[in-house]
């Protein structure tokens, strides 16, 4: 059973950083393509970043490129999304998804002063 558990979410002023977990479990197929979502409430889930394995490969969302960075531990099977220079409009629930259809429960950011 593939799971995803996040973590790292929290309450951060604007300009102020946060690093969020994916820790995944039961899966051991290769190579693949882990996400990072959010959605804000009234808004369609967006997507944030995206990192390849076994390549590492990266791609981001115009509105986060610069300030988001997202890395993978192989070892810990644990995928990261560094959140830099935050502003109001990244408050969001953040969600991980393992395609095709593994999704964690989310992780609340909310940036405010």
């Known amino acids: 059973q593939v799971q995803l558990v996040e973590s790292g979410g929290g309450l951060v002023q604007p300009g102020g950083s946060l690093r969020l977990s994916c820790a995944a479990s039961?899966?051991?197929?290769?190579?693949?393509?882990m996400r990072w979502y959010r959605q804000a409430p009234g808004k369609e889930r967006e997507l944030v970043a995206t990192?390849?394995?076994?390549?590492?490969?990266?791609n981001y969302a115009d509105s986060v490129k610069g300030r988001f960075t997202i890395s993978r531990d192989k070892a810990k099977n644990t995928v990261y999304l560094q959140m830099n220079s935050l502003k109001p409009e990244d408050t969001a629930v953040y969600y991980c998804y393992l395609p095709p259809r593994y999704w964690g429960q989310g992780t609340q950011v909310t940036v405010s002063s």
């Open positions: 990192i390849t394995s076994p390549g590492g490969s990266t």
């Open positions: 039961g899966f051991t197929f290769r190579p693949y393509a």
